[in-house]
Nanobody
Framework: VQLVESGGGLAQAGGSLRLSCTTS????????MAWFRQSPGKEREFVASISTSIGLTYYGTSVAGRFTISRDDGKNSVFLQMYSLKPEDTAVYYC???????????????????????WGQGTQVTVSS
């Protein structure tokens, strides 16, 4: 399974960006999908995840209310719409895919990077103040 992110770049504080992640080589509709991010010197941080089927969503506390995750199974893609960006959102953003059951286990599981089997190469998001 291959995941390819796009849409990163430079934004001003208060602005918005939309990230996309397209997958190939697997059955996209069966994957729980997620976004994580990592800044230099910091651990990988959970951003958001979305379930299969009806698309239940779950967000990290630092982005809840500002970011929206969505998926389009027909396009084998997951998206992250980011609003009200802050300089602290600056990071490399990674798309990840995992088993259907991840989302329904518990909150810890759906936000745990070790639960996800497939990862993209990442896309840089830089927010200037």
């Amino acid at each position: 399974v291959q995941l390819v992110e796009s849409g990163g770049g430079l934004a001003q504080a208060g602005g918005s960006l939309r990230l996309s992640c397209t997958t190939s080589g697997g059955t996209f509709s069966t994957y729980t999908m997620a976004w994580f991010r990592q800044s230099p010197g910091k651990e990988r941080e959970f951003v958001a995840s979305i379930s299969t089927s009806i698309g239940l969503t779950y967000y990290g506390t630092s982005v809840a209310g500002r970011f929206t995750i969505s998926r389009d199974d027909g396009k084998n893609s997951v998206f992250l719409q980011m609003y009200s960006l802050k300089p602290e959102d600056t990071a490399v953003y990674y798309c990840a895919a995992g088993r259907t059951a991840i989302f329904y286990n518990n909150e810890e599981g759906r936000s745990d990077p070790s639960e996800y089997d497939y990862w993209g190469q990442g896309t840089q998001v830089t927010v200037s103040s």
